[in-house]
């Protein structure tokens, strides 16, 4: 069993930036590609980024160039770094690892 907790969620004005972590139990992490989703409001989970073991990493197109996805291996933890935010960048965000699922952070972007 793997747990992952979120954490670095919050209020931030139109522009501005926030960097969500997601620590991950266990000693399989490094071998896991891990990934950010994200639910806003009323719309279904959506696809933000990913990273693979190896480090190659993919993202939504609406978030390409404004987000970057890394990880540390050696700390078990994945990060999202999200710039020039946006109001439709505003939900509940996700981590992921293989099947297991974090239980999410909010983020909310006002414009």
């Known amino acids: 069993q793997v747990q992952l907790v979120e954490s670095g969620g919050g209020l931030v004005q139109s522009g501005g930036s926030l960097r969500l972590s997601c620590v991950a139990s266990?000693?399989?992490?490094?071998?896991?590609?891990m990934g950010w989703y994200r639910q806003a409001p009323g719309k279904q989970r959506e696809f933000v980024a990913t990273?693979?073991?190896?480090?190659?990493?993919n993202y939504a197109d609406s978030v390409k160039g404004r987000f970057t996805i890394s990880r540390d291996n050696a700390k078990n933890t994945v990060y999202l770094q999200m710039n020039s935010l946006k109001a439709e960048d505003t939900a509940v965000y996700y981590c992921?690892?293989?099947?297991?699922w974090g239980q999410g952070t909010q983020v909310t972007v006002a414009s």
């Open positions: 992921n690892g293989y099947i297991f």
């Open positions: 266990g000693s399989a992490f490094s071998r896991y590609a």
């Open positions: 990273i693979t073991s190896g480090g190659h990493t």
